[in-house]
């Protein structure tokens, strides 16, 4: 069973940065499917930032020239660099791995089965 833990969530004003990071249990990074997603109250959860399993990345157009997901195999973590930090951008931010390349599933969570249990983002104006 894949553990993941998200850490790096705090309280921001607005323009500012953050570094997500979220650690697995074992070694899953080099052939999993690997993403960012977040939900803020009231609204359904939605990717943010992912990195298939062949390594292309794709962003959120919110996000996009703002955030920059990435990943370290040696250590097990995927991280996701926040900068210019909007209002918007408060949510809970969850990590999710899944086996293989999802290619057009990628934003679709009931696809990724495994999740980590979230880090909160708050970004005051």
């Known amino acids: 069973q894949v553990q993941l833990v998200e850490s790096g969530g705090d309280s921001v004003q607005a323009g500012g940065s953050l570094r997500l990071s979220c650690a697995a249990s074992?070694?899953?990074?080099?052939?999993?499917?690997l993403a960012w997603f977040r939900q803020a109250p009231g609204k359904e959860r939605e990717g943010v930032a992912a990195?298939?399993?062949?390594?292309?990345?794709r962003y959120r157009d919110s996000v996009k020239g703002r955030f920059a997901i990435s990943k370290d195999n040696a250590k097990n973590t995927l991280y996701l660099q926040m900068n210019s930090l909007k209002p918007e951008d408060t949510a809970m931010y969850y990590c999710?791995?899944?086996?293989?390349?999802?290619?057009?599933?990628?934003?679709?969570?009931?696809?990724?089965?495994?999740w980590g249990q979230g880090t909160q983002v708050t970004v005051s104006s």
């Open positions: 074992e070694y899953i990074y080099s052939s999993y499917s």
């Open positions: 990195i298939e399993s062949d390594g292309s990345i």
């Open positions: 999710a791995a899944v086996a293989g390349r999802l290619g057009p599933m990628l934003w679709n969570t009931p696809v990724y089965n495994y």
